[in-house]
């Protein structure tokens, strides 16, 4: 019998489900000869080179390798060139065709034939059957991670929730229960809706109602808070950007998107669970997994802003992204006249020197203020433009050109947070900073 902390997230039960991924990936290797390769080199290779000389894609080879990594059947050595992958020992003697110990025939028949189902799992057609054991397995996870991902942020704002991909619904499930004022609407494709009614939810559950669509094709209704459980994962950047501008376009402002994935490491070098999802993304969709940063920047390109990240600690994490709710006042600098001064947007002008107590004060909670600057090196060894802009406030104005850092410390006086800074590669620059 296991301890209480067994039962409330069954790591041995998830290690278990996991298994065949871990053969696979250590036959895949085998059957494309990563092994004999690095034996064959003498010396580590990095992942390009190794996806060359077994003419495999450099992507997917990379992933592999990087799970094999986390499998142990192969070491890393990170250096200035990059990382560099060579067998473990274990692989030397087990996994090589050459060795008189090797097991690769054997890994071969099992691959090639026990593994039937599973090369047949990305053509699967879905029948009823299928389908419904696919929502239920789906829906399975949520049991164990789905309150961690809820109540990773307080979605109690929130009242007006649509579950876009919600599928069997189970996530749905879970956050009325946490939320119980909130209303939640699945949006997904008929079939899935009509078997998530039929099968997962009662009509007696009226917080929860449902919407048949098609995310990419038909509209998204307006709403407070979009959920988007495993769904980027199937899809490739450029999907999933076209699918959350559509979000962002509808999410009323102040609303916002929380994206719940299994989420890799910066370095990509681990969860082995993720690094196992990734694979098997590669085997049955267009998608892969991600790291924060890359859900962050694909969350940014659509528009989101005030990005916070929280891991959970199991299988699933979570990624809630805002929508600003106010319109981000502009200062623009003129060089040659009024150089003490700023205008704003909606034309007021104001000395410099107030700005920062002006924006703290105007701002609303979650707004913020744009600097429209042109920033000197943070050693102030240029850029000459600026250096000259610099000389001429001296002349002209009470004022100087500033480093980033310097712009940051006068918004931190101010009361400003989560500061950013994007150079433009042009004259002027700007850094944003938040309520
Ligand atoms: C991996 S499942 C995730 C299900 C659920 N969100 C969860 O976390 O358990 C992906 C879901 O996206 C739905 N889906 C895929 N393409 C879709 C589309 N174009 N429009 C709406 N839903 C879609 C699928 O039917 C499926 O329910």
Known sequence: MGSTEDLDYPQIIVQYSNGFLISKVM???????????????????????????????????????????????????????????????????????????????????????????????????????????????????????????????????????????????????????????????????????????????????????FHEGDFFNDSIPEAELYILSKILHDWDDDKCKQLLAKVYKACKPGGGVLLVESLLNEDKSGPVETQLYSINMLVQTEGKERTAAEYSKLLE???????????????????????????IHILAMFLRSNLSHVLTEDKRVFPLMDVTKLFANDAKLGGGVLLVESLLNEDKSGPVETQLYSMNMLVQTEGKERTAAEYSKLLEAAGFGVIQVKRTGKLYDAVLGRK
């Open 301 to 327: 390109a659509a528009g989101f802003g005030v990005i916070q990240v929280k891991r959970t600690g199991k299988l699933y994490d979570a990624v809630l992204g805002r929508k600003y709710d106010f319109k």
């Open 27 to 209: 036959f895949t290797a085998c059957e494309l000869g990563v092994f004999d390769l690095l034996q064959e080199s003498g010396k580590p290779l990095p992942s390009d080179a190794i996806a060359a000389g077994l003419s495999a894609s450099t992507m997917g080879m990379k992933r592999l390798l990087d799970a094999c990594v986390g499998l142990k059947l192969l070491a890393v050595e990170m250096t200035q060139e990059g990382a560099l992958y060579r067998n473990t020992e274990i692989s030397n003697i087990y996994l090589t065709k050459s060795s008189p110990k090797s097991q690769y025939h054997i890994m071969m028949y099992y691959s090639n034939t026990v593994y039937l189902c599973w090369q047949y799992l990305a053509d699967a057609v879905r029948s009823d059957e299928e389908m419904l054991r696919f929502m239920a397995g789906q829906n399975s996870v949520w049991s164990i991670c789905g309150r961690d991902v809820l109540a990773a942020f307080d979605l109690s704002p929130f009242m007006q929730i649509y579950d876009l991909g919600g599928g069997g619904g189970a996530l749905a499930q879970e956050c009325v229960s946490l939320y119980p004022n909130s209303t939640v609407t699945i949006y997904d494709l008929p079939k899935v809706v009509q078997m998530a009614k039929e099968q997962f939810v009662s009509p007696e559950e009226h917080q929860i109602t």
